[in-house]
């Protein structure tokens, strides 16, 4: 039975391959180079998130930084599983880059110029944005879902992010530079939404695969100390002047820094004999740049970024010890790398502080449509997530059984080096690894 | 015997230091600091490399970008196998940080002012590209050659490099932005040369240490992931304008992201169960990078850019599931990183598609040119590549005997776990790894 | 006894949160964001180290490679211990993020405008650079410390360096634009007076977990490659003008290349078979980094920084071969990286080719100055890191016993697979990992 169910061999390739098509098919239609001859500064046109920069290169490095926080950073924070390494950020690999071309298409929609998509590095950008969506949502249910179900989940979680994006960038005019609500909060919530509608009875006491080993958790530090560098480069990127930029990038390097400090207090404070849990330190240190992201471009000033971080690292380390629990027993909330305390309630903090400051004048703007936004972004997340969950359930895209959680030999060829040290603790006299004269 | 031909302790150290003192003195005769005064605007000569930055430090951060590529892009792919991570990121170094050297002497022979190489950023790229024609041959002989033999490879293919470097695109006049058939197909085709030339019938049949286990297969996606992001950089950094390097950004960008797209699926298709393959996945999904190369910086359109990406990702998987047992059994190439599927059908891809290009006027050029081009790099390739296998065949150099491939103990002192593994077993109850109380 | 002083439950909250408590409070007090106004061409007041950038983030694509420097290159570097990975990379993380708050406040009382710190890039990169300072020396105490005796070296030596750094660049005048000095060298001699006071007669000999095992020796290489890479950016970040940067890229790039090839050669000279050395290899391809640091902006000439790189390399190497076994046995210093010989005596190499090159006119400057600044640095440091160790060698800090030395396991959670394959040995039959069918 899950050998019948888990083959991917027509499915993915099938799914994999008409998807892509349709993808070139539509940059053949849509998409063209940007001749730098409408934007900058004479280029506004009721958008607030145009770019600022006056050359076409001068984004590309803070490109780079985003891109590493994509693909190196959400892949190898998630390959803490001490089996699901290949998956995590093998499939990580395969989502962003179906969903940066998914998302091109879809933000670039609401901004066609002489009917066409024109791609420069702004747009990069925020296509690398847009699959972070995806890559949060992923943390939810990892280890529980197949590549198929993880592809369609990309193209509807796309799709309804760039509608909520558009709603409260250009329809509410809220700010949200470095995206508390749009990405992190979205990204939780709709992972959440479609856990929920997943919800497996069978995971209810945990599996033997769910946890790590040592060098899974190294493996993991290389995504969390990437993420952590680079956030600054996440919450300024697409802020709209080179002051602004220098504002964010100096706001998200004290709130992380701040954040640092207290999630390992915490983490020590609740912990067995006041030892540090790797978990906590993995994700809650990072809760510092979610939750500083919306005010980021904001005159918040140093201590307003380092008091958002600190408070982000207590509320992401005690929601991993005490309300994940509490999540997944009482609401049916399994919640694999705990997203809802990294991304959600972070990027709620996130988008209250930015109700805050935009009342207390730190940024043009009006507090309603910042409470608009941030609502907007829970209420796309929560209903997308759950329609999507719905689609993702239906029991043909190859999900795994129970049992095969938390695996990657049910997708991937796996070295067989586990079968190899059983045959050797059989026969340790003939040892194969003498190979040293 | 074999104790005796692998013995660097006085070879390895004088052909390193011999080699360095003589780089060190052709550095005091030849280069300087670039006074700025030689290039920018004015500065042309007939030379259609001479980079178009204004400001002496504009392409550093793109110069990060390749360096990156250089030693934690190649360096980490070829850790997959299980006993020959040392080897495989510690003589990437090695060779990258001679070959460097190397080629900064041979390029800039071509390129003398008042008999002097003026050094600045735009010439350490072309450096950094140099070694790179040795890391791709590097992976067709891995495991199978003494440092003292791949140090020579490096003298000699840099060399050999730079005059054909210098023949496409001074004299042919030849484009080829991102090096689709100046590095990716001559270094691999170089390399499957010199692995001919030192076919080892005795590894017919495989090798024991010749695979992976679950944590190399990790620390090779690291490599993998790294060349991937940085690529843009790779084929735009020396383009002409900051138009031309937007469309290499933006072209490479999409080309790789259809890549992986075609990759996943045909490795998933062709594997047993519909199972994916991490060799494909560390590999074909670059091989978009490689195939757009040429063509980078042309007017292609995106959509061009991804039927390029989306071809090269079916090709180069196509040819690690069934074209590599053939080449190694029928024709004695034992390539065993792969290369020619990851840089030699993808680069010839490349220069296919830049003569089509060429010749629909998407550049300025001539598609005789561009032919030449790629018939001058695979023929200097595979001259140039037997005639290195050759010198390195000599019985002098420290090759390893077939038992002793793919293993770092040879070269290197390696921690005994292996044997403390050994003895637990023997003695499990007086387990030493009970420190915690 | 151990359980008692190792308990981290109050102690280390405690003295986290209230470190990050009162260092809010300061910010609030000194810092605000660089409006611009007060630096640039106009702004010389006698500082030698104000940024020449004219735009905000014009610096930022190096404070990003200087960032990596710290948090990935030190935290991983450090992480070739077989059971301390956890500490090396998760405490580097801490220290640095606590370090960087603090360096930025006290290297900011030295240059306050109208009372205040005016945080731009320029600062926020000698905030990380400050850090460096007690990375280095961590690395001396590596294993034999607690988190709260870490924090509290932390603030006493990024006070102490921020006194001998104004003291170096202001009041003498002296020129280390790279820090061989005043981090390097103090760095290291101050974690070296931290260990002389720390002694533990106890490991005289040895202990079983200080060591590395395979793949805790390749994180360790991305820690390597990652500061070897990025090393230029170090080196050129705080110069004046962008041709400064331009020769310090070049001075450093080239000294790293050159040290490669000496640190190989001379590790295969002086170990058993020729084989090469991993500790060598992680460590003295850097020393070329740090030699030409004070140096890296002056016009020594392609060939100077190369012969500076190729005897770095030399004196690292064999340090760690015959110096480091007799300061450990001889004087008592206990140096678990090595630190004297990465950062220490190529620090000296760097302070003392700054006086020789200075003297012949390499760059504007007295010689006697640069020789009290050497002086002034290794004086601070020894002082200074003697007074720290006798603060922390205080009983109370919860310093683990020599049994639990190099143990994650004391101030961490770590996941359980030492008793599980004892397990698995003892019922070899009852396999839990044949999750594959």
Known sequence: MPVYSTNMRLKFPIVALVLEVITIILFGVFAVYD???SHGHDGHDGQ???????????????????????????????????RYGFSSVGINLLLAAFGLQWGLLMQG???????????????????DFSTATVLISFGAVLGKTSPVQ???MTILEI??????????????GANDVGAS???????????????RVLYRPGLRNGHENDGSVYHSDMFAMIGTVFLWMFWPSFNSAIAESDNDQLTAVINTYLSLAA???????????????????????????????VAVGTCADMS???????????VAGIISTLGFKYLSPILASKLGIQDTCGVHNLHGMPGILGGLAGIVAVALGKKKGEATMQAAALGSSLGFALVGGALTGLIMKLPIWGQPPDQNCFDDSVYWEVPEEEEENEESLAHADHSKNKTEA
């Open 35 to 37: 001749d730098g001859k």
């Open 48 to 82: 607030s998130n145009e770019t600022h920069a006056e050359k076409a290169m001068d984004l590309y490095p803070m490109f780079q930084d985003v891109h590493v926080m994509i693909f190196i950073g959400f892949g190898f924070l998630m390959t803490f599983l001490k």
């Open 109 to 127: 929609i609401w901004h066609l110029k002489d009917g066409k998509i024109k791609v420069n590095i702004f747009k990069i950008i925020n296509a």
């Open 150 to 152: 993880l592809l369609i």
């Open 159 to 172: 799709t309804i992010f760039s509608v909520n994006e558009h709603l409260v960038a250009n329809i509410l």
């Open 181 to 195: 609500m749009i990405i992190h909060a979205f990204g939780a919530y709709f992972g959440l939404a479609v856990a």
């Open 259 to 289: 954040c640092v400090l207290s999630a390992y207090a915490i983490s020590s404070l609740v912990e067995h004999k006041g030892k540090l849990d790797m978990v906590h330190i993995q994700n809650a240190t990072l809760a510092g740049g």
């Open 300 to 310: 918040i000033g140093p201590v307003g970024a380092m008091v958002i971080g600190f």
